[in-house]
């Protein structure tokens, strides 16, 4: 057998996991609520897993090694913030989004965005993840059909609908039950498999003393922490990564409205710092060791892939296929639940408020479905404005709901009529900070001053939410109770 069929096998062993594990979570799904929220019954660590398996997505296991690869150290603040993302958002936002969600009976952020600043606001909300979630989910697509293409050597237009399928029916099956426990043995797959890959990989390039010297052969800026970027974009690029997760990374922030308990949250913590610390340090180690051990390579996006073919034996390298298209899997089918989420509120709120339960979830499955459905359909041949909106969608996220989450859950007196404002605004100046940039530079890459539009349009929502609190009615009793009475 050779070394694609044993990749293909161990591929496929691996899909057909995630397919029995769609159909045995589709019998705890009575309702829309559990479809979303796993009836609020999740335990620690699978919590904590699916929260930092779904931040991981091509753009960490295929992105960040590359881009390493070319930055060297000046990168490595990205996989130390990230690391640090779960202390951020779970002890800024996930005990009160645990407790208000309950409360509220939320089963997205744009329920609890309604109760405290309005239903205008929670439209806004399910606008701005639809427009944004479905060209993230296409290129999720696109990237999982190039890798699994490049691996395996399955052609690009079998492998899309290969991995759409079955991620579709497994999370239109089971719903949140599906994709958190996906989530939590996609993770594991990850540890093992980045794991193996890194420390096979610092083994053959001599260690750690005859890797940075390969490093310094080919490039000493590399070995500098700012020796291939300024200053102002390391800060920016650890500010983003860490703080600016509580509203850009939206598709793993929803998963404090899914444990069982406080408790179960509190552990969640604990699973989800190890995993970022381990997987994403071990994607930047990979990086550092391919400057040393192929050093010249002209496509970045094959490093990884290259790596794979290089150094690994055929079963562990379907372990490393397995581990790659697990971590594009576990960001794909949050996302797609997510937009799945945002479209039914749209659908319950103004289409058809009366709908049942059965209704309800049937609807939402439905939506799973044709989202998938269309995503997949334009991954075949993605145009370039799908991958300016896939640009656009973390920062996007960040600018427009990083501050109102901080203020709903912290500041009474912030006004429902803010907090509207604010969301609109962050992202408004998100979007309009990166058009500044392709002004000035001819690019979507480089911003004026080397700021991220996600701290831009951050700043711009801060102002604007201490701005119209001062001059705007102030929340009932009732809102104040549920927020803030502890």
Same mark, same amino acid.
């Given at each position: 057998?050779?070394?694609?069929?044993?990749?293909?096998?161990?591929?496929?062993?691996?899909?057909?996991?995630?397919?029995?594990?769609?159909?045995?979570?589709?019998?705890?799904?009575?309702?829309?609520?559990?479809?979303?929220?796993?009836?609020?019954?999740?335990?620690?660590?699978?919590?904590?897993?699916?929260?930092?398996? *779904? !931040?991981?997505?091509?753009?960490?296991? $295929?992105?960040?090694?590359?881009?390493?690869?070319? !930055?060297?150290?000046?990168?490595?603040?990205?996989?130390?913030?990230?690391?640090?993302?779960?202390?951020?958002?779970?002890?800024?936002?996930? &005990?009160?989004?645990?407790?208000?969600?309950?409360?509220?009976?939320?089963?997205?952020?744009?329920?609890?965005?309604?109760?405290?600043?309005?239903?205008?606001?929670?439209?806004?909300?399910?606008?701005?993840?639809?427009?944004?979630?479905?060209?993230?989910?296409?290129?999720?697509?696109?990237?999982?059909?190039?890798?699994? !293409?490049?691996?395996?050597?399955? =052609?690009?237009?079998?492998?899309?609908?290969?991995?759409?399928?079955?991620?579709?029916?497994?999370?239109?099956?089971?719903?949140?039950?599906?994709?958190?426990?996906?989530?939590?043995?996609?993770?594991?797959?990850?540890?093992?498999?980045?794991?193996?890959?890194?420390?096979?990989?610092?083994?053959?390039?001599?260690?750690?003393?005859?890797?940075?010297?390969?490093?310094?052969?080919?490039?000493?800026?590399?070995?500098?922490?700012?020796?291939?970027?300024?200053?102002?974009?390391?800060?920016?690029?650890?500010?983003?990564?860490?703080?600016?997760?509580?509203?850009?990374?939206?598709?793993?922030?929803?998963?404090?409205?899914?444990?069982?308990?406080?408790?179960?949250?509190?552990?969640?913590?604990?699973?989800?710092?190890?995993?970022?610390?381990?997987?994403?340090?071990?994607?930047?180690?990979?990086?550092?060791?391919?400057?040393?051990?192929? =050093?010249?390579?002209?496509?970045?996006?094959?490093?990884?892939?290259?790596?794979?073919?290089?150094?690994?034996?055929?079963?562990?390298?379907?372990?490393?296929?397995?581990?790659?298209?697990?971590?594009?899997?576990?960001?794909?089918?949050?996302?797609?639940?997510?937009?799945?989420?945002?479209? &039914?509120?749209?659908?319950?709120?103004? $289409?058809?408020?009366?709908?049942?339960?059965?209704? !309800?979830?049937?609807?939402?499955?439905?939506?799973?479905?044709?989202?998938?459905?269309?995503?997949?359909?334009?991954?075949?041949? =993605?145009?370039?404005?799908?991958?300016?909106?896939?640009?656009?969608?973390?920062?996007?996220?960040?600018?427009?709901?990083?501050?109102?989450?901080?203020?709903?859950?912290?500041? =009474?007196?912030?006004?429902?009529?803010?907090?509207?404002?604010?969301?609109?605004?962050?992202?408004?100046?998100?979007?309009?900070?990166?058009?500044?940039?392709?002004?000035?530079?001819?690019?979507?890459?480089?911003?004026?001053?080397?700021?991220?539009?996600?701290?831009?349009?951050?700043?711009?929502?801060?102002?604007?939410?201490?701005?119209?609190?001062?001059?705007?009615?102030?929340?009932?009793?009732? *809102?104040?109770?549920?927020?803030?009475?502890?």
């Amino acid at each position: 057998m050779g070394d694609e069929m044993i990749y293909i096998v161990i591929l496929l062993v691996y899909l057909a996991g995630m397919l029995v594990i769609g159909f045995i979570s589709s019998k705890k799904v009575t309702n829309s609520k559990s479809y979303y929220t796993s009836d609020r019954n999740v335990s620690a660590a699978v919590t904590g897993f699916s929260y930092s398996s *779904t !931040q991981l997505s091509s753009g960490s296991t $295929i992105g960040m090694p590359a881009t390493v690869y070319t !930055q060297g150290y000046s990168y490595m603040g990205t996989p130390m913030a990230a690391a640090a993302a779960p202390w951020f958002t779970f002890l800024l936002t996930g &005990e009160r989004v645990r407790k208000i969600s309950e409360r509220v009976d939320a089963i997205d952020y744009g329920d609890i965005f309604c109760a405290r600043f309005g239903n205008a606001s929670k439209i806004l909300y399910e606008l701005l993840i639809i427009v944004f979630a479905i060209p993230t989910i296409i290129s999720q697509f696109a990237a999982a059909g190039s890798s699994v !293409q490049s691996l395996t050597g399955i =052609p690009y237009n079998v492998a899309i609908p290969m991995i759409a399928v079955v991620l579709t029916i497994y999370t239109m099956s089971g719903g949140m039950n599906s994709v958190a426990l996906t989530d939590y043995i996609q993770g594991i797959i990850m540890i093992a498999g980045f794991g193996i890959l890194a420390a096979i990989l610092l083994t053959r390039a001599g260690g750690f003393t005859a890797m940075h010297e390969g490093i310094a052969a080919t490039d000493p800026d590399l070995l500098r922490l700012t020796g291939k970027a300024s200053k102002t974009w390391v800060i920016c690029c650890i500010i983003t990564w860490s703080i600016l997760m509580v509203g850009g990374s939206i598709t793993s922030v929803v998963r404090f409205l899914i444990p069982k308990d406080l408790k179960a949250l509190r552990g969640a913590l604990g699973y989800s710092v190890f995993f970022n610390i381990f997987v994403l340090s071990a994607c930047g180690l990979i990086g550092l060791c391919g400057i040393t051990l192929l =050093p010249g390579l002209e496509s970045t996006d094959r490093l990884v892939p290259t790596l794979i073919g290089t150094y690994m034996t055929p079963i562990l390298g379907g372990i490393l296929i397995s581990a790659v298209i697990a971590a594009i899997m576990s960001s794909v089918d949050s996302t797609l639940l997510l937009c799945s989420a945002a479209a &039914e509120g749209l659908y319950i709120g103004y $289409i058809n408020p009366k709908a049942s339960a059965k209704q !309800q979830l049937r609807v939402g499955r439905a939506i799973t479905v044709v989202v998938a459905a269309v995503a997949m359909a334009m991954a075949f041949k =993605p145009f370039t404005a799908i991958q300016w909106l896939v640009a656009f969608s973390f920062n996007t996220w960040a600018g427009a709901f990083t501050v109102p989450v901080l203020f709903a859950l912290w500041s =009474p007196g912030t006004t429902k009529s803010a907090g509207f404002c604010a969301m609109a605004a962050g992202a408004a100046a998100a979007l309009a900070w990166y058009a500044a940039g392709y002004i000035m530079y001819n690019s979507f890459s480089n911003w004026p001053f080397g700021i991220w539009p996600g701290i831009f349009g951050s700043i711009v929502s801060l102002i604007v939410i201490l701005a119209v609190s001062a001059f705007t009615k102030p929340i009932d009793e009732k *809102t104040r109770e549920i927020f803030y009475l502890e």
